[in-house]
């Protein structure tokens, strides 16, 4: 919860902080994209992460994510974590673990961010009194866990698949079929992330879910988000032939909330024909909601959504 209580303060400083100094890195190199300009939303910072020796003689895969303000550099966060992705993707392919890849790290935008990453469809078939009061809830400092009363995530999927991803596969040496292109995050980062898959499965391969912040919210007591979503999966999950998505959560701190929507949630990929080969489910025993437990683990969904192997080459 600790997380959402700077949510303000964090707002104030990203137009400060995107202009500042680039992360330092342990390999590979980024380029900022300082106020990347949208019709659908409002500007933000994308960074993009490229390997060691990265050339345009080379083609490579590329992973968008989310929360890019947190993916590389702990000294320039709010609460000094990070997720580390270089360090851990740069081992991956000096391994030969993995395709090449680049990171399309999409900064989120402070206030806005659960207006961005919430569901739209699933919101929206809340009937409209629920609605109304779950955009009505407070954080523990007092604090709307909504900067507004409108649900953007749609809007946020249109700039990221009509806007950037095609500045990104001209700008940068990319495979682009959906079969190299990936989305991940964390808790909302995590959600978003499964709607993106579902919303535009002819565009992402695969999804990779952290502590998929099922509730929405930050209770389950009569929260009527869990079973929209379920719903929405049921109905939208996208050929287990030709997608891979991987789901993850902890048991401590704000992660004690999603075993049970999980379980539900892995009932309907198993009735939806997912299996072994194109998705997985982990619990982390004692691990927290945090960009370190995030860090720790992240070579895991990396390596199970872009092995090398005969369906990712």
Not at 106 to 113: C, D, P
Not at 237 to 258: E, M, N, R, S, V
Not at 300 to 311: A, E, G, Q, S
């Amino acid at each position: 919860m600790k997380r959402n209580a700077f949510c303000t303060f964090v707002c104030a400083m990203i137009a400060l902080v995107s202009f500042a100094q680039l992360p330092t890195l342990s390999s590979g190199s980024i380029e900022r994209h300082n106020a990347f300009p949208s019709k659908y939303i409002q500007a933000r910072t994308v960074d993009v992460w490229l390997p060691e020796g990265y050339s345009k003689e080379k083609k490579y895969d590329v992973l968008y994510m989310h929360d890019g303000q947190m993916l590389f550099d702990s000294t320039q966060t709010w609460n000094q974590q990070s997720w580390n992705i270089d360090e851990t993707l740069s081992q991956l392919i000096r391994e030969k673990k993995i395709n090449e890849v680049i990171v399309v790290a999409i900064w989120n935008s402070g206030a806005t961010r659960h207006n961005d990453y919430f569901p739209q469809k699933p919101f929206y078939s809340i009937p409209l009194q629920k609605r109304t009061k779950i955009l009505n809830t407070l954080r523990t400092n007092g604090s709307k866990v909504f900067a507004h009363d409108t649900v953007q995530s749609d809007n946020y999927l249109k700039f990221i698949v009509h806007e950037l991803k095609p500045f990104i596969d001209q700008t940068y040496s990319t495979k682009k079929g959906k079969t190299h292109t990936f989305i991940a995050g964390s808790s909302m980062g995590g959600l978003i992330s499964i709607y993106a898959l579902c919303e535009y499965p002819q565009v992402f391969g695969g999804a990779a879910c952290l502590s998929t912040h099922w509730t929405g919210i930050y209770t389950l007591t009569d929260n009527p988000i869990p079973k929209a979503m379920i719903r929405y999966l049921a109905k939208k999950l996208p050929d287990p032939a030709t997608h891979k998505i991987y789901f993850d959560y902890g048991t401590t701190t704000l992660d004690t909330l999603y075993a049970p929507v999980q379980k539900k949630a892995d009932q309907i990929m198993r009735l939806k024909g997912y299996n072994s080969s194109n998705w997985v489910t982990k619990a982390f025993k004692g691990e927290e909601h945090s960009e370190k437990a995030w860090a720790k683990r992240f070579s895991i969904p990396v390596l199970f959504l872009m092995k090398r192997n005969l369906w990712n080459r």
